[in-house]
């Protein structure tokens, strides 16, 4: 007799994850549209930890965590996607919502923007990809 005991078939299924309607408004976190981009950087250090993008044409802006800051880099996104939703709530554009943050010199959290950072690039996938290659 064996001590083995049978495993649920169930931790087999694939799970499908279906957003619900509701919640704080947002705007996209993904365009193959242009956006444009700045750099943030750690208030001591001056480290990169990350970028905040926009893009109006499909009304999307997100953080973008720079993945050698680590586990920092995650947690100051936290700040910044706040951050976009308030403004969001207020009905600004995505890249209305990004100059009023580049222009922000002190804001909350532990990363500031980086002055002269603010550029363009050709959607979102390249604002990664810079992320998770620097």
Known sequence: MSSEQPINPRFDDD?????????????????????????????????????????????AAAWEPRQAAGPRGVNEGMSWISRLRKAKERGLQPSQALAELYGDREPGGNGRPLPGSLTDAPNAAAVEALAQGD
């Open 15 to 59: 799970l499908m994850f279906v957003e619900k309607p509701g919640g704080p408004p947002r705007y996209r976190d993904w365009t193959e549209k242009p956006v444009q981009y700045f750099t943030v950087v750690d208030k001591q250090s001056g480290a990169v930890l990350g970028y905040v993008w926009a893009g109006d044409e499909e009304e």
